[in-house]
């Protein structure tokens, strides 16, 4: 299945986002940076694919670039490509990829994802530190932007940028992170509950619909994987408060509803399929007897249809208008994938059996896989979202391969470990991989591989700027009329043969030793 759409995708759609699988060509989506190609690359690892994985990330090194005048989703380009990116940098060893001295603190993969999220910083300069929905990669934040966004949008970050700090020394990213979380926990409700649109600069929640859905979703999943992989109690205790209010006013008969967020009352009695997740952020929690009971509920409703529709009406049992649609989402096997590792009970391989067979059945185009338009006479809609490789097909696979080393499968001796840092000094690729809300497994052995060199890091960037820079003052500005900054039309790949310039700094997490001899001299550790 997958290679049926990867390769669908090469042919077709590359350098596009997105493959349109129902014309058989591409168009782009989420900000016109190969987005299918970046979501997809550790699923070729996955998959057990190195050279294919190695190709792609010297693809993706020489043909994308982020300086580019285009509005991007902040959230979207988080997950999926920070995301992407730095769960590929993790992984290359495993995939026999040429290292730098000193991964995982320095490497190309890991420079993009910088790169990536820097552009997404300007969002996050707000007076709340809550972050603006959507940026300009070229000129940062829209004076007409509207500072209405959704809960997820605002909270979905702790994992990659975290992750990026404590790689390349920068406290920038996971600051920033951390402030937005301590902001949206502050607004919520005097029942604990928080809604699902808020106005970033006025603190003003806009859509006051409280649950576990859309719009909020991932917020409280980086909240329970954000502690596991910080070991952070501020965001467990946070979560342990939402999650008492939630299990107290939404849900009801193992169904989780929409309520008021202040006064707790129901305003929606719908299941959206986004809310399958919740079952699995369960498990990892270790309270598996409601997450099993709230998973049949759900299970229930794919086998009505064959897929998991986007909205579902509990009283009624049926679909609700205009969102009977099945995009190809992950959610439901990705809790079977969790539920299985923690019971090993066969339910959640027919689960997964039923959707390799619906997915097959419904989906299957002669160019990929068309998300389901709607579910009760399966037209199919012209799009193959991103996340279909990246989460649906992964999710799949893992189910059906316990023994996988994202599972913490390998045993010591079979190469499954793996060294890291200055030295060795950290070993990676132990198990207890963490997924960010795209399926990114993020290795938390990385966080402790580089955090001798962060203070290092700071400073040596200050000193290498200052020095690169000298006349920064009374330099004219660059020309312009012979390279014009792109069109918003203009894709982000650049054309074939041309090469992309290096930033000004591109030195920016190498090992401490070999920074400093950029000026010939080489100090220890400890002068």
């Excluded at 808020?198 to 980086?222: C, L, N, P, R």
Aim: a negative charge.
């Amino acid at each position: 299945m997958f290679y049926h759409a990867y390769n669908s995708y090469l042919d077709n759609a590359f350098p596009y986002d997105e493959l349109r699988p129902l014309t058989c060509d591409g168009q782009d989506t989420w900000g016109s940076f190969s987005l299918t190609l970046i979501d997809a690359l550790d699923t070729l690892l996955v998959l057990g694919n190195h050279t294919e994985f190695q190709r792609v990330a010297s693809l993706l090194q020489d043909t994308v670039d982020f300086d580019i005048d285009v509005n991007a989703s902040v959230f979207e380009t988080n997950i999926r490509v920070v995301g992407g990116l730095l769960s590929a940098h993790l992984l290359a060893r495993r995939a026999g990829m040429e290292l730098e001295p000193g991964w995982p603190c320095s490497g190309p993969l890991l420079r993009m994802a910088e790169d990536a999220a820097r552009k997404l910083l300007p969002a996050f300069q707000t007076p709340t530190g809550m972050p603006y929905g959507t940026v300009n990669l070229l000129h940062g934040v829209s004076p007409t932007e509207t500072p209405v966004t959704c809960t997820a949008g605002v909270g979905t970050f702790i994992l990659e940028f975290a992750m990026l700090s404590r790689l390349t020394g920068d406290p920038t990213f996971e600051n920033a992170a951390r402030r937005a979380l301590r902001a949206l926990w502050k607004t919520r409700s005097d029942i604990g509950l928080v809604g699902n649109h808020i106005d970033i600069v006025s603190k003003k929640w806009v859509a006051q619909d409280a649950g576990i859905g859309a719009g909020i979703d991932s917020y409280f999943e980086y909240l329970v994987k954000g502690a596991i992989m910080l070991q952070d109690e501020e965001l467990l205790n946070m979560f342990q408060a939402y999650d008492r209010a939630i299990q107290n006013y939404t849900r009801f008969d193992d169904w989780y509803l929409w309520v008021q967020m202040h006064k707790g009352t129901v305003s929606m009695p719908v299941f959206q399929s986004l809310e399958a997740f919740w079952p699995g952020l369960q498990s990892l929690l270790g309270n598996l007897d409601s997450a099993v009971r709230t998973f049949q509920n759900y299970y229930s409703v794919w086998r009505q249809f064959g897929g998991l529709p986007e909205f579902y009406s509990i009283p009624q049992g049926y679909t609700v208008d205009k969102r009977e649609g099945y995009p190809l989402r992950p959610e439901l096997i990705e809790s079977a994938m969790y539920l299985f590792r923690a019971t090993g009970d066969h339910t959640y391989l027919q689960l997964g059996f039923d959707a390799l067979e619906s997915i097959e059945k419904i989906a299957k185009t002669p160019c990929g896989y068309a998300s389901v338009k709607d579910l009760r006479d399966h037209q199919l809609d012209n799009r193959m979202e991103s996340f279909f490789l990246a989460e649906t097909i992964k999710y799949l696979y893992l189910l059906f391969d316990p023994t996988h080393f994202l599972h913490g499968g390998g045993t010591e001796g079979d190469g499954s470990w793996e060294e890291g840092g200055d030295g060795g000094q950290c070993v990676l690729g132990a198990g207890g991989f963490i997924f960010n809300t795209e399926a990114h497994p993020l290795d938390p052995a990385a966080l402790y591989c580089c955090s001798r060199h962060t203070q290092d890091h700071q400073e040596l960037r200050d000193i290498l700027l200052s020095l690169s820079q000298p006349d920064s003052r009374s330099r004219p500005p660059a020309k312009q009329t012979e390279d014009p900054p792109p069109t918003p039309l203009d894709s982000i790949a650049l054309k074939p043969g041309e090469k992309k310039t290096p930033p000004l700094l591109s030195c920016p997490v190498q090992p401490f030793s070999a920074r400093l001899s950029v000026f010939g001299q080489v100090f220890t550790d400890n002068t």
